[in-house]
């Protein structure tokens, strides 16, 4: 009789870990890959600040950007000689409409932890990077960047 | 350990073995359906909660605008009141938080109770709005106050500092909003994530367990399946028999019961299997298939060689068992058990017979008793079996019955001789299946009762053959070989007792019998007057001496004396009844003993004795006559008595001449008692053989010749004298 009990059990955890053991190994597949070519530089956003280099020298860059949060950001590369932005009427965000095509390149508004990478070329010159989300870049979240 | 690791059938252990897995089935689908179900209503609760937050974080937006507004408001002189925006800004960026009560949405006076936030995100974001309502509300207190847009705190680093009081005012309000609108997104993703996780579970949960089940059966299934496969081997390779029995006869048959029958599974279903049973069982059987009674049996079945099998069986009655509907049978070949149970009883019975037969033997003293108890031996060996004893005569030429069986016609052999029998002349029990056949013996054939069989055990004693047992039966069926073992007991140990018995009578007779004249001896006519005495019958007794016998030995010879007594006891022989008695005394002294007469009676035959003796003599026997004293046994109580009063009338016989008879009386009984123990007494004191010649007859032959001694010297004495 415990010999036979002993097998129902045997039997039974097998039967359980079969499952479990597709499910874990479902669920924890990730991949990993990693453009090297262009040079990558680390950007960091959180409320209300983005800590970024402030000179680079031409060339093509990924700027490997980390949300850290709390709320979504964006980021947008904009050119400015002047070193400050037009904004819109209602006065709270930067009028992009204005600034669309001399960007070098943007980022859409990325949850909080999300780690996105950017591929810029940069010509020599001066550049704002901001966040666009409403009250972000008043409220201090933009940062210069000089290009030689 | 190797014994460890072996896994032990349990063919029969059909609980315990297949319970686990249907027990596993049943806990898993269980389990299965209270995750489901719990998990459900936890979604479902938590969404309800996500609702109401969603709503509060939603309404944030709203307030944080409204806030702005109402200091627009009052700023220019209009009714309004920011405080309590303000409170409730506060109040809801703390329950939103932390967990906690706040007004409730659709503006009653109820209040809607909120958790705490839950996941780093979310609480992150919380944190970051209640920080953002306390910048906001301190500055929106600073410009209803109209106080310069200094030291106000910038909490959640923002850098407003630079703005002027309204512009930072609305900055810090569109931050407001835009966090708790990103707080209630996050919510609602999450929501939407939770019940997309809700449903993955349960597809999840339901798959699983369908696995599970199907593993959990199929490996009941499994199971299951070795467990018929050990069964069916077990019970094919089984020695013992199995027989279904249902509704028209037999529905199962092992094959160990084909085997045994030697013939196919199928040919015993239904009626076939009583084809082999024996005729005698075949209705405890269908008793058995009937009621399922009795639960232990036994019964026999023939064998592919044609020989009958004891089995015992059990009985198992499961007409109630859907899968079955029948009355199993176990059975086991017990035939060898049988057989020598059989023999350990045949053989206790022969020696109790053996023993109790020689008990009734050894009680027999005569021939004729040891006829009786071969008679009643007989009639329990076989009580209808014709039986006859036939034995020799003394001189083992001649056979004829002595004994027959007592209730049935004896079967009368007409074999005369000893050595014309065949079981006699080989000396061996022999047994005759048909006095047809042609090895039968001669004697069988032609009987009245018609064809026969025989069984003939010869008889002996001491290697001599003296009779044989003659058994008959119907032909074809002469006694089974423990019948004849056992008449071969009672022959044997008849023989020897008939032997025994014969040898004993033949030296008593030797012992009781006088040499010289064949009569009985002193010491059985003694013994048959105690008979008489004691059986109060009247009888006569008479003492007889021959007269002047001595002068007869010493003229004439010895020779001549024996002749004298040898005519003497003819002629008394002649003379007597059947049942009358003579016997010699010793010497020439003889006594007479006649049964129903009395002693006047007895005188009448004793003087025809004396004329009869007197006419006998001729040729060259010397002629003599012998004096007779008489008394009967209404003179006396005691043997002693009766011979002495006889004895008296002897004496006076002598005293008054001799040649005459006598009856004695007390008077001369006391005489003759004198005379001899005057005799007598000087023989034994002296010791020493007298000079007169009649002392030493007196002492060679005893008391008897004291009378002669006595009466010849002395004058005859008065007495009654007849002639």
Redesign the interface.
């Known amino acids: 009789?415990p010999?036979?009990?002993a097998?129902?059990l045997r039997?039974?955890v097998v039967?359980?870990v079969?499952?479990a053991v597709a499910?874990l190994s479902g669920c924890g597949s990730t991949g990993a890959s990693a453009k090297t070519t262009p040079r990558v530089v680390g950007v960091a956003e959180?409320?209300?600040?983005i800590s970024a280099p402030s000179t680079l020298k031409a060339g093509e860059y990924t700027l490997r950007v980390h949300n850290e949060?709390?709320?979504?950001h964006e980021l947008i590369i904009a050119p400015s000689r002047t070193g400050s932005l037009p904004l819109r009427p209602d006065?709270?965000t930067v009028n992009e409409e204005a600034i669309e095509r001399e960007e070098p390149g943007s980022l859409d508004p990325g949850?909080?932890?999300a780690v996105r990478d950017l591929t810029v070329t940069l010509k020599p010159g001066r550049y704002v990077l901001f966040c666009n989300?409403?009250?972000?870049y008043?409220?201090?979240m933009h940062t210069d960047l000089v290009v030689q | 350990m190797k014994l460890g690791r072996t896994?032990?059938i349990?063919p029969f252990?059909a609980g315990?073995?297949n319970k686990?897995?249907i027990v596993?089935i049943f806990v898993?689908f269980a389990l299965i359906s209270a995750a489901t179900i719990a998990l459900s209503v936890t979604a479902t609760k938590a969404s309800l909660h996500r609702t109401d937050v969603i709503q509060v974080a939603a309404r944030q937006r709203m307030l944080a605008e409204r806030y702005l507004e109402e200091i627009l408001l009052v700023r220019s002189g209009r009714q309004a009141d920011p405080a309590y925006t303000a409170g409730v800004l506060s109040t809801s960026a703390d329950a939103l938080l932390e967990g906690g009560t706040v007004p409730e949405v659709n503006g009653d006076d109820d209040e809607t109770s909120l958790p705490p936030a839950d996941g780093n995100?979310l609480r992150?974001?919380f944190?970051?709005e209640q920080r953002l309502v306390d910048d906001l509300t301190a500055t929106g207190e600073a410009v209803l106050r109209h106080r310069p847009m200094v030291n106000l705190p910038e909490t959640?680093?923002?850098?407003?500092s630079g703005?002027e009081s309204i512009?930072r005012l609305?900055?810090?309000a569109?931050?407001t909003?835009?966090?708790a609108f990103?707080a209630a997104q996050e919510i609602g993703r999450d929501d939407e994530s939770n019940l997309n996780n809700l449903l993955t579970n349960q597809v999840?949960l339901g798959?699983?367990g369908l696995?599970?089940t199907l593993?959990?059966a199929s490996?009941l299934l499994l199971t299951i399946r070795r467990q018929n496969a050990h069964f069916r081997s077990l019970a094919l390779s089984s020695s013992d028999l199995v027989i279904v029995l249902g509704e028209g006869g037999c529905r199962y048959a092992s094959r160990s019961v084909a085997a045994l029958v030697g013939t196919s599974e199928s040919d015993l279903h239904g009626s076939g299997l009583m084809d082999f049973v024996h005729e005698d069982d075949r209705a405890l059987i269908e008793k058995v298939q009937s009621s399922g009674m009795p639960l232990e049996f036994s019964f026999r079945m023939l064998n592919r060689t044609g020989e009958w099998r004891h089995l015992e069986a059990r009985v198992n009655d499961l007409r109630t068992d859907r899968n079955l509907r029948g009355v199993v049978i176990n059975a086991r070949d017990t035939t060898d058990r049988v057989q020598l149970e059989g023999q350990l009883t045949a053989q206790l019975q022969r020696d109790g017979f053996a023993s109790r037969l020689g008990e009734a033997l050894e009680m027999v003293d005569e021939e004729r008793e040891a006829f009786n108890v071969v008679e009643r031996a007989a009639v329990e060996i076989s009580e209808r079996t014709p039986m006859e004893l036939l034995l020799s005569d003394s001189s083992r030429a001649n056979l004829s019955r002595v004994a027959s069986s007592p209730a049935i016609e004896a079967p009368g052999c007409p074999v005369r001789s000893p050595f014309s029998c065949v079981a006699v002349r080989r000396g061996t029990a022999v047994v005759f299946d048909s006095s047809e056949s042609l090895n039968a013996c001669p004697q069988l054939r032609g009987r009245p009762s018609g064809p026969c069989s025989a069984v003939c055990v010869p008889v002996s004693f001491m290697g001599r053959a003296l009779g044989v047992l003659h058994t008959t039966g119907p032909e074809g069926q002469a006694l089974p070989g423990e019948a004849v073992s056992q008449l071969s007991v009672l022959a044997g140990q008849a023989g020897a007792r008939i032997g025994t018995v014969r040898a004993f009578e033949k030296t008593q007779l030797q012992a009781s019998t006088d040499g010289l004249t064949g009569l009985v001896n002193r010491r059985t006519a003694e013994k048959d007057i105690r008979a008489l005495m004691k059986a109060a019958r009247p009888f006569a007794v008479a003492i007889a001496d021959l007269d002047k016998f001595k002068q007869l030995n010493d003229t004439h010879g010895h020779e001549a004396g024996d002749r004298a007594l040898r005519l003497f006891s003819q002629v008394v022989d002649r003379a007597l009844r059947d049942n009358d008695v003579i016997a010699r005394w010793g010497g020439e002294e003889f006594v007479i003993v006649l049964p129903e007469l009395d002693r006047f009676e007895a005188v009448a035959v004793l003087e025809r004795i004396r004329e009869d003796l007197a006419a006998a003599h001729s040729g060259d026997t010397r002629r003599f006559t012998a004096s007779f004293g008489v008394a009967d046994s209404s003179q006396g109580d005691s043997m002693e008595e009766l011979l002495s009063i006889a004895d008296g009338g002897l004496y006076a016989s002598k005293k008054a001449g001799r040649d005459r008879v006598t009856l004695g009386d007390s008077e001369s009984a006391a005489q003759a008692k004198e005379a001899g123990r005057e005799r007598a007494g000087a023989v034994a004191v002296t010791s020493e053989p007298p000079p007169d010649g009649n002392g030493v007859v007196a002492w060679r032959r005893g008391r008897a010749s004291t009378h002669e001694a006595a009466y010849e010297e002395e004058p005859p004495p008065s007495g009654i004298q007849i002639r």
């Open positions: 009789m010999a036979r009990v097998n129902g039997f039974l039967l359980w079969i499952p499910l959180k409320d209300f600040h949060g709390p709320t979504d006065g709270l949850a909080p932890g989300m409403e009250g972000h008043m409220a201090g | 896994r032990a349990k252990a315990s073995s686990a897995p596993a898993t995100v992150a974001q944190v970051q959640a680093d923002e850098h407003v703005l512009q609305r900055v810090l569109a931050l909003s835009s966090i990103r999840l798959v699983g696995i599970v593993l959990l490996g």
